[in-house]
T-cell receptor, first 116, second 116 residues
């Protein structure tokens, strides 16, 4: 049981290049999320998904696209990378504990992305 | 949408002292408040959470208190140890009606340093 796995762990891009970050979870969770973490700004939600085939915008969605073709995978794409997208990206998955109103999110190890 | 403010941004204590981190939230409908700990270079992990129908919750050396009227909640760590050094994030979520899909809004984070 690996939990939440992110690939790659590190990446350096040039401005204008594209790339896809992969998130995979083996806990059969319905909900998946992509965050970016910048110093002093906490974790900000980029996009999320409430189930296979669904996606929705979060707090900072501009410049990113996502897809969830399979329940266990959530992909984050950068079509034309910009220096402002230099950040650490975390994927998370969760399930709602019905009747308890709790949502425990499990995070991947993160992807450190630099855009030059 | 929800806005979560967290203070202080940095906190330095001596081993054995207590540490308190405070958060305020804006959406009175928020009803679930987790705290995550992120060690250097690692992923965020849940350490304790509280629901809005509870005023206080303890787990060994850590406790969380919630004041719904004032819309603030706090993390208390007693008898701090060097291994408590990390970044701590508070978060808030609205699960009422199932339309929030477990989305968490995070505070900006507090860097806690425990000196031996």
């Amino acid at each position: 049981n690996a939990g939440v796995t992110q690939t790659p762990k590190f990446r350096v891009l040039k401005t204008g290049q594209s790339m896809t970050l992969l998130c995979a979870q083996d806990m059969n969770h319905e909900y998946m999320y992509w965050y970016r973490q910048d110093p002093g700004m906490g974790l900000r939600l980029i996009h999320y998904s409430v189930g296979e085939g669904t996606t929705a915008k979060g707090e900072v969605p501009d410049g990113y696209n996502v897809s969830r073709l399979k329940k266990q995978n959530f992909l984050l794409g950068l079509e034309s990378a910009a220096p402002s997208q230099t950040s650490v990206y975390f994927c998370a998955s969760s399930y709602l504990i019905q009747g308890k109103g709790k949502n425990i999110q499990y995070f991947g190890a993160g992807t450190r992305l630099s855009v030059l | 949408g929800e806005n979560v403010e967290q203070h202080p941004s940095t906190l330095s204590v001596q081993e054995g002292d207590s540490a308190v981190i405070k958060c305020t939230y804006s959406d009175s409908a928020s009803n679930y408040f987790p705290w995550y700990k992120q060690e250097l270079g690692k992923r965020p992990q849940l350490i304790i959470d509280i629901r809005s129908n509870v005023g206080e919750k303890k787990d060994q050396r850590i406790a969380v208190t919630l004041n719904k009227t004032a819309k603030h909640f706090s993390l208390h760590i007693t008898e701090t140890q060097p291994e408590d050094s990390a970044v701590y994030f508070c978060a808030a979520s609205t699960n009422a009606g199932g339309t929030s899909y477990g989305k968490l809004t995070f505070g900006q984070g507090t860097i806690l340093t425990v000196h031996p």
